[in-house]
T-cell receptor, first 113, second 113 residues
Framework: GQQLNQSPQSMFIQEGEDVSMNCTSS?????WLWYKQDPGEGPVLLIA?????ELTSNGRLTAQFGITRKDSFLNISASIPSDVGIYFC?????????????FGKGTKLSVKP | NAGVTQTPKFRVLKTGQSMTLLCAQD?????MYWYRQDPGMGLRLIHY???????AKGEVPDGYNVSRLKKQNFLLGLESAAPSQTSVYFC????????????FGSGTRLTVV
């Protein structure tokens, strides 16, 4: 089936550093979403993108919907310890049913104080 | 507002036993989903429902059954549990319109021994 390639798989950074992660797809998506999962909890929606080229911010988080509609990026500026968790991208393709929201495998972020 | 509530939070089953996971949402969402999360595999869709009385298969439906008798509830059943079904299960819901605000529950950690 369809796959999203999310990278990196994990990151170990120092508090205060900026973080970048991305997702790529072999097919076109019309929606890109970024979720964060804290340990022991369910994923929580951070940012939703609906148009190619769209750049959206949520506090220190910025995400972009790639022009080709096949990729998306999430940046976190000035990381803090509470940024620790797993970040998932998710996408929906054109013409897909509600069951066709596809998730990446996640980027596990660790932040050293 | 509770959002999406999953019960139980933890469960240990013996191989061959059956159980039902309950998901309840109080947001009047039309769509509901069951995912499983395994290390390195991300979130994989098991079954979903686009409305009361309707269900559909997702990416990994084998060994599971679901029912949506009431709009607010989505049940996931394991008729004969297997060790391969050891996982963390997440329920999510979303409205039919207005974007892709999937709301996730906090998960059920299931171990089959």
């Amino acid at each position: 089936g369809q796959q999203l390639n999310q990278s990196p798989q994990s990151m170990f950074i120092q508090e205060g550093e900026d973080v970048s992660m991305n997702c790529t797809s072999s097919s076109i998506f019309n929606t890109w979403l970024w979720y964060k999962q804290d340990p022991g909890e369910g994923p929580v929606l951070l940012i939703a993108l609906y148009k190619a080229g769209e750049l959206t911010s949520n506090g220190r988080l910025t995400a972009q919907f790639g022009i080709t509609r096949k990729d998306s990026f999430l940046n976190i500026s000035a990381s803090i310890p509470s940024d620790v968790g797993i970040y998932f991208c998710a996408g929906r393709n054109y013409g897909g049913s509600q069951g066709n929201l596809i998730f990446g495998k996640g980027t596990k972020l660790s932040v050293k104080p | 507002n509770a959002g999406v509530t999953q019960t139980p939070k933890f469960r240990v089953l013996k191989t061959g036993q059956s159980m039902t996971l309950l998901c309840a949402q109080d947001m009047n969402h039309e769509y509901m989903y069951w995912y499983r999360q395994d290390p390195g595999m991300g979130l994989r869709l098991i079954h979903y429902s686009v409305g009361e009385g309707t269900t559909a298969k997702g990416e990994v439906p084998d060994g599971y059954n679901v029912s949506r008798l009431k709009k607010q509830n989505f049940l996931l059943g394991l008729e004969s549990a297997a060790p391969s079904q050891t996982s963390v299960y997440f329920c999510a819901s979303s409205p039919r319109t207005g974007g892709f605000g999937y709301t996730f529950g906090s998960g059920t950690r299931l171990t089959v021994v």
